[in-house]
């Protein structure tokens, strides 16, 4: 057994009008690891992820799960999908029933599970991410939080062993965002594989084991949160800014108000003071 | 106003959608007798049901039953106006260069039923899609064997004809807030671009969507979970005494129009 969940080598990917999004991308997640995947926009992190679950096929380098080499034969990939599932960045390409709940219900339905699993499962995500209450609308009715939410839900309740998810928060209210960040801790405690994309530094920096930095197609940094955020030349390189609570950090250290140890919330860092 | 949004939101939406269809369709085909009082009747019953039973106000529903009423009102002036010949008593006749055109009693009477027979199917027509969901349509379909593949193409249908109608919406409140339509030739040009746009994007959203069903398992069968409906005994008795009713009523007036 490979001791990484996905792994990625010497990957170059273009699209059909010739842009090239994925520049000789290598990268191994570990398992049970959190993992975060920044970078600015156009740096290609949806191009990434489609590749995890074999939707789009490098032209050049492989593609692993479990140490497994990704086939792109119907059958692999049919097998590939139950355990990968993938939250779509646009919840619009996701959505197709005129229902939630029969929206929700789609994946699970491919699973070939007994009709009554197949209902509880719908009931459980959509109870997780707040959308029971939807569960008769139309999703062409919903809000785009409301829509980004059932999306969430469409891929929790195939219960994959590894979840991707491409901007989960962006269009969330807070206290959505705060409840799907409860989701990724539950995920997470089962011993789910939950790998995000985002451009909220703060919340790669404070939820993450490991952040990955992307810039036009290629891995530009990688390591710990601490590492990685407190690289002000990487951040530089990558078009990103550093986390506030690490500027704050910064400011009352120099100061002389704080420890030697970096905070990772702001409980932390009251913490400290 | 979207009828759509009835259909998800009215009093009667849990009521299993097998015994609406049913009524819906055995009115329709009773509403075939030609026969005005039949036809007066029907419009009168799913008004009622409409507007008190499924609380859609009645105002919606007068509005949708006259937004076919300049197309019915041509289509039967045809009807009604005919060449009459020298025998023929005409209530109104006119020359037109050398032949003459006018209304006679029978065709008046056949315009006339014809035009509350259309009020009366249309109405059945409303009541079916304004207290039935396309989804609750489509399980019930399915369970009378239409074959998988139209009730597939039908749910994605569905679903794309409003994302493209959102799609319509967003980029011409873009192009209006831009100036897009405020003289003629600039609205020319905006039309031109929403319509070619609109396409581009549609193909383009259908693809994406194929690879968003692939991503979860999608393997040429849309499988989804069907929303769960008790059959009441009680609507089941009261759509055949209507029906008989109706029925009994056809066959006591007799088929003609007085
Ligand atoms: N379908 C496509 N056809 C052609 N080029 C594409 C397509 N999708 C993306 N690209 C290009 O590929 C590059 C990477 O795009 P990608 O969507 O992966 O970026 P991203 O990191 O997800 O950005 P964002 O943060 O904005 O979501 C971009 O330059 C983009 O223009
Ligand atoms: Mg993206």
């Known amino acids: ?197 985002t451009h909220d530094v703060d919340l790669a920096y404070s939820w993450a084991d490991y952040v990955f930095v992307m810039k036009d197609g290629i891995v530009v940094g990688r390591g710990t949160p601490g590492e990685v955020f407190q690289n002000d030349g990487l951040l530089e390189e990558a078009d990103l800014r550093r986390p506030l609570l690490l500027e704050v950090y910064a400011a009352l250290r120099q100061k002389g108000f704080l420890s030697e140890k970096l905070p990772r919330n702001v409980n932390e860092l009251i913490e400290g003071l | 106003m979207l009828i759509d949004n009835y259909a998800y939101t009215n009093k009667l939406r849990n009521v299993h959608p097998g015994e609406k269809l049913a009524f819906a369709l055995i009115t329709m085909a009773i509403g075939f007798i030609p026969n005005l009082y039949v036809h007066l009747v029907i419009i009168f019953i799913i008004a009622v049901v409409l507007v008190f039973k499924a609380g859609i106000p009645a105002r919606v529903f007068c509005k949708l039953l006259f937004l076919p009423f300049s197309f019915l009102f041509i289509g039967i002036l045809t009807i009604v106006i005919n060449p009459i010949t020298e025998g023929d008593k005409a209530v109104m006749a006119f020359k037109v260069f050398n032949a003459s055109v006018g209304i006679t009693q029978e065709s008046l009477r056949a315009g006339g039923l014809l035009f509350f027979r259309t009020f009366a199917l249309i109405s059945c027509f409303y009541f079916l899609s304004l207290t039935t969901s396309v989804v609750d349509l489509m399980m019930v379909l399915k369970r009378f064997g239409v074959p998988a593949i139209f009730l597939e193409l039908m749910h994605l249908i569905y679903r794309f004809l409003f994302v493209l109608m959102e799609t319509a919406e967003r980029i011409y409140i873009s192009q209006c807030s831009r100036l897009g339509y405020s003289s003629l030739k600039t609205s020319f040009y905006s039309l031109g671009m929403l319509t070619s746009s609109l396409f581009t994007k549609a193909y383009r959203d259908a693809e994406m969507l194929h690879v968003a069903l692939e991503a979860r398992g999608y393997d040429g069968e849309l499988n989804v979970l069907e929303g769960e409906y008790c059959v009441s005994i009680k609507n089941i008795f009261l759509i055949m005494v209507t029906e008989t009713m109706l029925l009994l009523l056809a066959l006591n007036t007799g088929g003609s129009f007085r």
């Open chain 1, 1 to 197: 057994m490979s001791k990484y969940i996905l792994e990625m080598k010497d990957v170059d990917f273009e699209y059909p009008d010739g842009t090239k999004a994925l520049k000789g991308i290598s990268m191994a997640i570990e398992k049970r690891r959190k993992i975060a995947v920044v970078g600015s926009n156009g740096a290609g992190k949806s191009t990434l992820f489609l590749h995890f679950n074999g939707i789009l096929r490098p032209r050049r380098g492989k593609v692993f799960y479990k140490g497994e080499e990704i086939r792109y034969t119907r059958s692999f990939l049919t097998e590939l999908r139950k355990n990968v599932g993938i939250v779509f960045q646009d919840p619009d390409t996701q959505l197709f029933a005129g229902s939630v709940f029969q929206e929700v219900s789609f994946g699970p339905m491919n699973l070939n599970l007994p009709l009554h699993e197949v209902k509880r499962r719908v009931e459980e995500a959509l109870k997780s991410t707040g959308t029971e209450e939807l569960k008769s609308k139309p999703t062409h009715f919903l809000s785009y939080g409301q829509k980004k939410r059932v999306s969430i839900a469409d891929v929790l309740a195939m219960e994959p062993e590894v979840i991707i998810f491409d901007e989960p928060t962006a269009y969330l209210d807070p206290k959505h965002t705060e409840k799907l960040l409860e989701i990724f801790e539950r995920l997470h405690e089962e011993g789910k594989q939950v790998i995000l994309s």
